[in-house]
């Protein structure tokens, strides 16, 4: 019960997750560089996603995990530039959360197999999307040391995650662990959805 108390005082974070500069538009090379780094840890619904795609993205080989995780980067980008670009996707943040629940239940049925990167890319259109919220109105400079950072940051989570998520499988707890980050997401996402829908 403490648990999903935590997690519902931290559900009405998603607005300021989209503004990891308290709410100000990044001005600089090194604002919008510090911007992107930050920002895609301090979204859970957004971080609760890059682990589960890392945990998912284990269960292929090593080269194509890694490709399946660029997927998801590559999508966020292009969702980033249609932001920018004054291309709306809808709800977005009830999206989001959404392929938080989904990457859940990939996780519960022991999803795997070629259709990962294509999901992860339709996924990362979404968030791409609402992580630009944060840079919209910035100049050419800081958008750019933004998109970089956060492309960084983002496939350094995932990756890390596919490994940590390999070293688990291999000691023989693979069931226990996909449960658990299956639970997680399924937990975190429609807690997000719920705010979103309700808001």
């Known amino acids: 019960m403490k648990r999903l108390v935590a997690l519902l005082a931290l559900a009405p974070l998603p607005a300021f997750a989209h503004h990891p500069m308290g709410g100000t538009t990044p001005a600089t090379l090194w604002e919008g560089f510090a911007s992107g780094i930050g920002h895609p840890v301090i979204g859970l619904d957004h971080l609760a996603f890059l682990l589960a795609a890392g945990v998912l993205a284990a269960t292929l080989p090593t080269r194509r995990g890694v490709l399946a995780i660029l997927a998801f980067v590559g999508g966020g980008f292009a969702g980033s530039l249609a932001h920018v670009a004054g291309i709306g996707f809808g709800p977005v943040e009830a999206l989001v959360a959404l392929t938080v629940v989904l990457a859940g239940l990939a996780l519960l049925r022991g999803v795997t197999g070629a259709l990962l990167p ?81 808001g």
């Open 118 to 198: 294509a999901a992860f890319a339709v996924a990362g259109l979404v968030h791409g999307h609402a992580f630009a919220e944060a840079i919209i109105g910035a100049e050419a400079t800081p958008l750019v040391a933004y998109l970089a950072a956060l492309a960084l940051m983002q496939a350094g989570i995932g990756i890390v995650a596919m490994l940590v998520a390999r070293r688990i499988a291999a000691a023989g707890h693979e069931a226990r662990m996909r449960t658990a980050a299956g639970l997680a997401g399924i937990a975190i996402g429609a807690v997000f959805l719920g705010v979103s829908l309700v």
